[in-house]
């Protein structure tokens, strides 16, 4: 049954490309994407390494925002439109949801360098 289908997918999602985004759309999920990327800049010293990307998934549109803190693992958050979100007067990441998201990526990266350098520096002071 692979391959006798229009989508790659589950039989209930239907594909939507980034290229079947109109020109608006396009250029708003890289807007908020973007706004993503720079709030989580704001939160965080400038050793860590901050990046977003707008791709296609399996079921369509993906937007991910990932940090790369000078030690540890790095974090990311992505997020998929759904095909009722893409109309050009819809705003895709709301401003609260967006700051929301940056906050909760730059504590997530503050945490695995602590966690990379648990019992690795010795205290100054007792």
Request: charged share 25%; proline share 7%.
């Amino acid at each position: 049954m692979n391959g006798n289908t229009p989508y790659a997918g589950r039989p209930d999602v239907s594909k939507v490309a980034v290229e079947d985004l109109t020109t608006d759309q396009r250029r708003q999920l890289r807007n908020n994407v973007a706004d993503i990327a720079t709030l989580t800049r704001k939160y965080l010293p400038d050793e860590y390494v901050v990046g977003s990307q707008v791709s296609t998934s399996a079921t369509g549109p993906q937007a991910t925002v990932s940090v790369r803190p000078p030690v540890g693992r790095p974090v990311s958050a992505g997020f998929e439109p759904d095909a009722g979100d893409l109309s050009d007067d819809n705003v895709l990441i709301e401003a609260d949801e967006r700051d929301e998201v940056a906050r909760g990526l730059a504590a997530s990266a503050a945490l695995q360098v602590k966690q990379a350098m648990q019992n690795k520096v010795t205290p100054t002071a007792r």
